[in-house]
């Protein structure tokens, strides 16, 4: 029996690899070919459909869907065709070693996605520059009458419009268009604007609304609507805005002091623009939460932000030190915690709800975190002394509505309640009014003592009105002259004032739902800006919680989908049962975003609004049909 010598190895080696690097050389060749075969026919397959999209338009999209089975049968033919190559291959690989094998097996399968990378790339190139590219300037116009092809859709849940060429060319700020609208609807959609009824003017949101979603989805932000803008915002497969790192503004801010607040972002980087510190805040805070850490704020991490179980990077419940310990003499001295209570230096559940409570009467969001914010608040100088206040809840609540009742100042058991609502702070004013002390319808330390002492003053009888006599009545004829002149004069004076230019409202003078609407009214004209909270401009949550502060409730801000899971406030289901004064829920084109405002009654609700640009009055409220079909529910905040 012959041996193979290692000189005849060397030599059968050396024939292998000859063979291989010819092989490879024309697999090379044929990925070459392959290339500009395919090239040629994409072109000629986009100028087809180009052409053809003039004629059908919309019908292109049913064209997409009849060719997936075709597409599926021509996989099938390239896996015939390459079936024999596969198996050529495999017989000229059984003659190598096993580490050659592996190699030749790697260096195949680099040139196969090599292959797939330039076909993919020269199709994604070409969609990108159909869709966004513009005339010489990188402008988002397209000429006139010239056709544009139709974006792949990605199937989403929610249904949007079919895109339809536009009649003008592009659109800009100060334009009025029926298109405007659907821009509107679409971007509210995906949460570059606040949920509202769209317009068809073209404003200053709708533009710095239409910027950010240039940014996001790689377009020249020049805030102009034209074809590459409209087809990207109504293709379906377009996502969702999520602030993200570039992204600037007061909502960029807000997010920021939360996550200072929650301990997770130094103060010093509050600025309003979204950098790598504020990315890696968001992460960890994601972490700590069970959220998909991305370093971005989408709507569920925005939910979490200022959700009440929300997870802090601070003091949390269980430590044990001596800061914590000084917190809670601060607490003690405010009189959020008892006299009675024992300071340890330990976070226990008497800390957490005292802390809940210094934050609700001190504008802070109630988490019972004690962070950094809050920390600061404490150390402050006008920190607030503990208070009872509109918009409290609970047994406290409770045992000062019965020492009320007992002393005359609540008539009824019903008002009994443990909610601080206006019949409460009425009450409240009354007994400070008859017992001498500061009125301000809150029961704060003062006030508490007063009550539950044995000197406090019960309400005041409620004296019979006396029946008023009757006048009689003068001879008519007299009465005849006399009411004509009267008249007269009566109509003139009425006309003239009724004409006048209205006077700003004194709100000190006003109670409860009045009080609440006559603020929300002394804000008409602010201008909207997302993510602010007052005094002079707002988006539509912050204009709400401003009023509701100013109004003197209790409680932190909350976002317009947070509203939808509120528990403080008596819920109101049914539309018809809206009344004066409730805060209005309603959702977005999709569930993901929402709106809130306040009613006025008579189909009218004052709101922070993003389509108008403004802090208005719409009375559209029951009239209309948007309002009715995206109501989700309302809030009783008065008794």
Known sequence: MEHETPKKRRKTGKKSLSGLRRFLRQVYLFCQRAKAGIQKAWEATALFFM?????????????????????????????????????????????????????????????????LAVIVSARTSESTTTLAEASPGHEDTLPVGEATPELTPTPMATATPVPEPMQEQVLQKGDD???????????????????????????????????????????????????????????????????????EGDDVQDVQTRLYELGYLSKS?????????????????????????????????????????????????????????????????????????????????????????????????????LGPGTMAALDSRSAKSYTLTLGMSGSEVKAVQKRLKALGYLTSNSQVTGYYGDATEDAVEKFQRRNGLSVDGTVGIKTLEKLNSSSA?????????????KKTAKPTAKTTKSSGKTTAKATSKTTKKATAT????DTSTKKGVEKLIAIAESKLGSPYVGGAKGPNRFDCSGFVYWCMKQAGFSGGYMTSRTWRTCTKYTRIESFSSIKR?????????????????????????????SSAGKVRITTTVTSGSYWKNHFLMAYRIYD
């Open 51 to 115: 052409g053809l999209w003039e004629v059908i338009g919309p019908v292109c999209k049913r064209i997409y869907k009849a060719m997936v089975p075709v597409f599926k049968r021509i996989g099938r033919a390239l896996q015939t065709l390459f079936g024999p190559l596969a198996k050529k291959l495999q017989t000229r690989l059984s003659g190598l070693g096993k580490f050659a094998r592996i190699g030749v097996g790697a260096v195949s399968l680099s040139l196969v996605v090599l292959l």
């Open 177 to 247: 268009s029926p298109t405007v609208a659907l821009v509107q609807t679409r971007l509210m959609e995906l949460g570059y604007m606040d949920s509202d009824e769209p317009t068809e003017h073209f404003g200053s949101i709708t533009e710095a609304a239409l910027i950010r979603f240039q940014k996001h989805n790689g377009l020249s932000p020049n805030g102009l609507l034209g074809e590459g803008t409209w087809l990207l915002l109504m293709n379906e497969g377009t996502g969702p805005y999520i602030m993200q790192e570039g992204d």
């Open 269 to 369: 980087f509050i600025t309003g623009t979204f950098g790598e510190k504020t990315q890696a805040a968001v992460m960890d805070f994601q972490k700590a939460n069970g959220i998909s850490s991305d370093g971005m704020v989408g709507h569920e991490t925005l939910d979490v932000l200022y959700a009440d179980e929300v997870v802090g990077n601070f003091f949390t419940k269980g430590e044990s030190n001596d800061t914590i310990a000084a917190y809670q003499q601060r607490l003690k001295d405010l009189g959020y915690l008892s006299s009675s209570y024992s300071i340890k230096g330990k976070m226990d559940d008497t800390t957490v709800k005292a802390i809940r409570k210094f934050q609700e009467n001190n504008d802070l969001t109630p988490d019972g975190y």
């Open 457 to 469: 003053k019960k309400a005041k009888a409620t004296a019979t009105p006396k029946p008023t006599p």
């Open 502 to 505: 209205p006077k700003p409202v």
């Open 581 to 609: 004064g409730d805060v209005l829920v309603f959702k977005g084109d999709s569930m993901a975003t929402g709106h809130v405002g306040i009613y006025l009654g008579s189909g009218k609700m004052i709101d922070a609004s």
